[in-house]
């Protein structure tokens, strides 16, 4: 009786610690679909499931050499899934159901909307940059805002999108973060970038907090070249990783890897984060026990081109612990790199299984199982909707900032003789939005100016001074819209030289001069002591509509300043009108 006792309480010790441990957790339960699915896949369908494509969204017929690569890679390679860039609503949505019909395992499609679907379709809703949510201060409206954009996303067919941008841009000459970073505090960015990340993922999208471990301290794009972080692991953890950390301690299901290095985690020379396994498997996952999707950012910049191979981009990534390799320069050559260097035994399958197994859990997680398909009938019912334009009015409304007034604003409301010159001011951009400008300062003001006269100003191309000062005594106000702003591959967001000559000739002449800027918002240090100044954070037309209304005080300018232009005009700061 006793050894009979005995050997059952071994017996139990021993079941029970195996338990405890975790190693008898497959037998615990049934597998999931993603175990049996992984369980049925060869190696190099396994590795397959770890690339994403790109492609435009527009309509492919049979024929056409796009359609012929995409079905290549989808029928025969197995990819994982796409990324979509510039298209049409319906054209996108009918192709990615096309394709979805190609593929034996559904594809994980994915886009960039962070500031909604226009900023890739055209037809799409648009929305004011994360700068402008972070000027509002309105956690509510970040919420509302990703939730709208992943509704858009699941009536396309589009799955993972690669927002919010979470760094913190503290650097003012940052030439490709700037006005898509919510500010320069990072509790900022925490606070208004984990609402839209919860109302994305509530819309049934994966939201991807990028870019880790933070891009907002450069002054060079990834597009470029590879910008170097020398900041030490206390600074980085007192500001660049917060928002991170928090963002991951709430959930968010993918965050994408900057082509950044930082010698305080990684010393070796030129590689990028993205490479890294000290970043990406001691930082990312060790450190922040982060355990969702980790992608790369896209793999065609020249923040990593410059530097590596395809052949050595997909075995870095892999190393790394990069579960999703963006765009490499050739899908087959990435899938042959990684397949032989698991046969050689320089990576181990089980590896590419960690990878894969979270891959087909996200898919489980969307639901693709279930139903890969969207219905096309429906899409544009949701895509900029009334509400989505009523959404984005009522963000750039509450985000137009006054930063300075010599009680030039507001405009005065009853008719006037006054003659009102506008001038628009460009710098290595497309002046996309300068019409409408026109258009809604002209129907708004027509009332109060008899003579609006426009004039265009591109790349610093200007009214000499001395042609200014000739005509100087024919206007009495100068409204001055800047269309400087982010733009990949730009190298910029400053102005020309003349350009700020011309805004200070004015301001010291007594001019009643007043600078709208409709992007970069550090502007001012150009010209600090113009007399009226307001930042509207980007040049979409809800931004423009609400630039326009705080003119005349149809709306308070209440929005506060989410980064610091110098010591006069601090963080925080932010004028209204007294009526």
């Known amino acids: 009786m006793k050894k009979t006792f005995f050997c059952f309480l071994i017996t139990f010790i021993i079941v029970n610690s195996f338990t405890e441990s975790g190693l008898n957790n497959s037998y615990s339960r049934n597998p999931s679909r993603a175990e049996m699915l992984l369980g049925k896949m060869s190696l190099r369908e396994k590795i397959a499931q770890m690339v994403i494509t790109y492609s435009d969204g527009y309509y492919l017929d049979e024929s056409d050499k796009e359609y012929k690569r995409l079905h290549q890679l989808i029928t025969e390679e197995r990819i994982g899934g796409i990324i979509f860039f510039k298209g049409k609503t319906l054209e996108e ?39 402008a949510i972070g000027a509002a201060r309105n956690k509510e409206l970040a919420y509302k805002m990703g939730f709208q954009i992943s509704k858009e996303c699941r009536a396309i067919g589009v799955h993972q999108n690669y927002a919010p941008v979470l760094d913190v841009n503290n650097n003012p000459k940052n030439p490709i973060i700037n006005v898509r970073s919510f500010g320069e505090d990072p509790n900022l960015v925490s606070e208004m970038g984990l609402e839209m990340i919860r109302g994305i993922q509530d819309g049934g999208v994966i939201s991807t907090a990028k870019h880790f471990p933070g891009h907002g301290d450069t002054d060079i794009d990834t597009h470029n070249d590879l910008p170097v972080i020398r900041h030490d692991l206390n600074r980085l953890n007192s500001v660049e990783l917060v928002p991170f950390k928090n963002a ?58 410059k530097y590596f191979s395809t052949e050595q981009v997909a075995l870095g990534c892999v190393e790394a612990g990069i579960d999703l390799i963006l765009m490499p320069q050739g899908e087959t050559k990435t899938i042959d790199a990684i397949e032989k260097a698991v046969n050689s035994g320089k990576v181990s399958e089980e590896r590419i299984d960690i990878s894969v197994k979270k891959i087909l859990e996200a898919k489980e997680w969307l639901k693709l199982f279930e139903n890969r398909y969207t219905d096309e009938s429906k899409v544009m019912d949701v895509v900029n909707s009334p509400y989505a334009v009523e959404l984005a009015q009522t963000i750039a409304d509450q985000s137009i900032t006054l930063v300075r007034n010599d009680d030039v604003l507001p405009l005065p409301k009853k008719q006037t003789d ?39 100003a591109i790349n610093g191309d200007i009214i000499s001074l001395e042609a200014t000062f000739k005509q100087m005594d024919e206007f009495d106000y100068y409204i001055i819209p800047l269309f400087i702003k982010v733009k990949m591959k730009s190298g910029t967001v400053g102005m020309n030289e003349s350009q700020a000559d011309y805004v200070n000739f004015l301001t010291y002449n007594g001019k009643k001069v007043i600078v709208i800027s409709f992007g970069n918002p550090y502007l001012m240090e150009n010209f600090p002591e113009v007399p009226a100044y307001i930042c509207a954070y980007g040049d979409s037309k809800p931004s423009i509509i609400a630039a326009v209304k705080s003119l005349i005080a149809d709306i308070k300018p209440n929005g506060k300043l989410p980064i610091t232009i110098n010591d006069n005009y601090k963080f925080g700061h932010g004028l209204t009108y007294e009526k």
């Not at 096309?98 to 909604?116: A, H």
């Not at 001038?423 to 400008?437: A, I, K, R």
């Open 418 to 456: 006054d003659k009102c010159l506008l001038l628009s001011m460009y710098y290595g951009n497309e002046p996309e939005n300068t019409q409408f400008f026109y258009e809604e300062f002209t129907r708004r003001t027509g009332s109060i100016f008899n003579n609006i006269v426009k004039t265009k």
């Open 248 to 305: 991951i301690d709430a959930g968010v299901k993918s965050v994408m890897l900057a082509h950044i290095s930082f010698p305080a985690v990684d010393k070796t020379p030129n590689l990028p984060s993205t490479m890294s396994a000290p970043v990406v498997n001691g930082l990312l996952k060790s450190q922040l026990n982060f355990n969702g999707l980790i992608v790369t950012d896209a793999l065609n910049m020249s923040g990593i081109t």
């Open 93 to 131: 949505t009918r192709l990615i159901n096309k394709l979805q019909s190609l593929s034996e395992t559904p594809l994980l499609i994915s886009q960039d909307f962070e500031r909604g679907t226009a900023m890739r379709i055209e037809d799409g809703s648009i929305f004011p940059n994360n700068m």
